[in-house]
């Protein structure tokens, strides 16, 4: 009579192994269904091309008669993507608003200065973080990660998420390119009117030192500077798709300042 008792106990239980088992494919199967509808969500909501351009500082300047309407270019690429060319495209629009682009930098009222620093993939919070540098800062914004669970638990989770997102990333990717461009828009001043313009430097003497020069001039030009970022972001984005829009982006919003 016990030995019947102890057997039946033994087999009415299932051993801990297998719960064990049950849990984990379970868990899987959970989170397979919502990286799965997370990523048909992402999709959907980003299946067309959106294109922004932002400045980091406004630039407001006087306006002047047709015959001071002459501006000076000086546009140049340090980013790795060499081929992407913005003068046609600005000349063209300055041209459309009645301004003259002149070679002689003397004879121009109008100075625009722009040096395109980067070119490529981003992310959104890398994005923001380039923007509020502004202009003169680094290309590279502040990335702030969140991170739940700790312990076993939280690799377990990590595993599974890994295991269920490979798949979906590998069909949808939520992808960002932007276009970084440092602004420096100078006019003339009134006839009369001197500009104070100091300039301070801080020249790196090997590992500890640095040396500090300061210059001061008189000038006849009143100088603005601005960050320029252009974004793009859609679903399996490629660059050459993105970036027809964010040229326009950024030349409608230099020629936009005259």
């Known amino acids: 009579m016990e030995h019947g008792t102890i057997s039946q106990h033994f087999i009415s239980t299932p051993k801990f192994g297998a719960w064990k088992l049950i849990f984990t494919l379970c868990s899987f199967f959970l989170v397979m269904q919502l ?27 006087d ?52 040096n395109i620093l980067k070119a490529g993939r981003t992310t959104a919070d890398e994005n923001r973080g380039i923007l509020a540098q502004g202009y003169g800062g680094a290309v590279a914004g502040a990335i702030v990660g969140v991170q739940f669970g700790s312990g076993r638990g ?6 599974l998420g890994a295991a269920a997102g490979f798949v979906a990333d590998a069909m949808v990717e939520d992808v960002y390119f932007n276009i970084v461009t440092d602004l420096q828009v100078s006019e003339r001043a009134k006839s009369g009117v001197e500009v104070q313009e100091g300039n301070r430097a801080k020249l790196k003497q090997g590992n500890s030192g640095y040396k500090s020069v300061t210059s001061n001039e008189v000038t006849d030009r009143k100088k603005y500077q601005t960050r320029i970022v252009s974004t793009a972001n859609k679903v399996n ?15 409608n919003s230099i020629s936009g300042l005259l």
């Open 63 to 114: 306006p002047v008669s047709q015959d001071k309407r002459t501006v000076f270019l000086q546009l140049r690429n340090t980013s790795d993507k060499q081929d992407l060319v913005i003068a046609n495209e600005i000349q063209t629009a300055l041209l459309s608003k009645g301004y003259k682009v002149v070679n002689d930098p003397d004879t121009a009222h109008f100075w625009i200065q722009a």
């Open 237 to 251: 984005l490629e660059f050459v798709e993105a970036r027809p829009r964010l040229v326009q982006g950024l030349v």
């Open 35 to 61: 990286v799965g509808c997370n990523a048909m969500h992402t999709a959907v909501k980003k299946r067309d091309l959106r294109v922004e351009t932002k400045m980091s500082d406004s630039i407001f300047l």
């Open 154 to 159: 939280q690799a377990a989770a990590g595993l």
